[in-house]
C-alpha cells in the first residue's frame, strides 16, 4: 500500500511510520507534504523518502492552495493518505480527489475535543481518561467516520506537554497497527 503522509511539525508521530515502512510493514511511504518547512522533512528524508513543501503563502488564496496541495499528492499516487500533525483543514479540492483515503490522527477521544487544542481542551475539561483518534476526513474539522481509538489516563499533575507525549506514544503506535491492517483487510468505512 502506498502512503503520503502529511505534515506539518517535527514529525514525531510520522516517524514510527516511516521506521515501520522500513522494515517489513505491508505499506510503504512514498512521499511525504508539508506546508511549511519542518523538521519532519528531515526526518523523511533521512529514510529516503521524497518531500516537497507546499506553503500557503505560496498562492493566490485558499482554494489555490488546496488545489496544488492536491496536484502534489496526487503525483505521488497514494492509495492512502494520513495526516500526522498536519495543522490545516483539508478543502473541496484535496477532498474531491482523496476523500474516502484521508485519515486524520488526533489526540484525543472524538467527538470529544476536536480542534487543535484536543489535550488543553481535555485537561481544562477535567477528564480522567483522553487519547487519540484516527478517523476519516471529511469536510468537517475532525467530524469523519472513526477507524480507530486508545485511551490514555490522565494522571494527577499531569500538564499538557507531559499528556501529549504520552498520547503520541499511543498515537505512534495505532498509526503502524491500523495501517498494517488496512494495508491487508481495506481502507474502512468508518465506525
Given at each position: 500500500?502506498?502512503?503520503?503522509?502529511?505534515?506539518?511539525g517535527?514529525?514525531?508521530?510520522a516517524?514510527?511510520?516511516?521506521?515501520?515502512?522500513?522494515?517489513?510493514a505491508?505499506?510503504?511511504v512514498?512521499g511525504?507534504?508539508?506546508?511549511?518547512?519542518?523538521?519532519g522533512l528531515?526526518r523523511?528524508a533521512?529514510?529516503?523518502?521524497?518531500?516537497?513543501v507546499?506553503a500557503?503563502?505560496d498562492?493566490?488564496?485558499?482554494?489555490?492552495w488546496?488545489?496544488?496541495?492536491?496536484?502534489a499528492v496526487?503525483a505521488?499516487?497514494p492509495?492512502?493518505?494520513?495526516?500526522a500533525?498536519f495543522?490545516?483543514?483539508?478543502?473541496a479540492?484535496?477532498l474531491d480527489?482523496f476523500?474516502?483515503?484521508t485519515?486524520?490522527?488526533?489526540?484525543?477521544?472524538l467527538?470529544?475535543?476536536?480542534?487543535?487544542?484536543?489535550?488543553?481542551?481535555?485537561?481544562?475539561?477535567?477528564?480522567?481518561v483522553t487519547g487519540?483518534?484516527?478517523?476519516?476526513?471529511?469536510?468537517?474539522?475532525?467530524?469523519?467516520?472513526?477507524?480507530?481509538?486508545?485511551?490514555?489516563e490522565?494522571?494527577?499533575?499531569?500538564?499538557?506537554?507531559g499528556?501529549?507525549?504520552?498520547?503520541?506514544?499511543?498515537?505512534?503506535?495505532?498509526l503502524?497497527?491500523?495501517?498494517?491492517?488496512?494495508?491487508?483487510?481495506g481502507?474502512?468505512t468508518?465506525?
Open positions: 500500500m502506498r502512503v503520503v503522509v502529511l505534515l506539518s517535527a514529525g514525531s508521530t516517524q514510527a511510520v516511516f521506521d515501520a515502512a522500513a522494515g517489513d505491508p505499506f510503504t512514498v511525504v507534504v508539508a506546508d511549511r518547512e519542518a523538521e528531515q523523511a533521512a529514510h529516503g523518502i521524497a518531500t516537497q507546499v500557503p503563502h498562492h493566490a488564496d485558499r482554494a489555490a488546496d488545489a496544488a496541495l492536491a496536484d496526487d505521488l499516487a492509495d492512502v493518505v494520513l495526516s500533525g495543522m490545516r483543514i483539508l478543502g479540492a484535496f480527489r476523500g474516502g483515503r485519515l486524520n490522527a488526533h489526540p484525543a477521544l467527538p470529544s475535543f476536536p480542534g487543535a487544542h484536543g489535550v488543553r481542551d481535555a485537561l481544562a475539561h477535567g477528564v480522567r487519540c483518534t484516527l478517523h476519516l476526513v471529511d469536510a468537517g474539522v475532525d467530524t469523519g467516520p472513526i477507524v480507530a481509538q486508545r485511551a490514555v490522565v494522571l494527577p499533575g499531569d500538564d499538557e506537554a499528556l501529549h507525549e504520552r498520547i503520541k506514544e499511543r498515537e505512534r503506535e495505532m503502524v497497527t491500523e495501517l498494517t491492517r488496512i494495508a491487508t483487510e481502507l474502512p468508518g465506525r
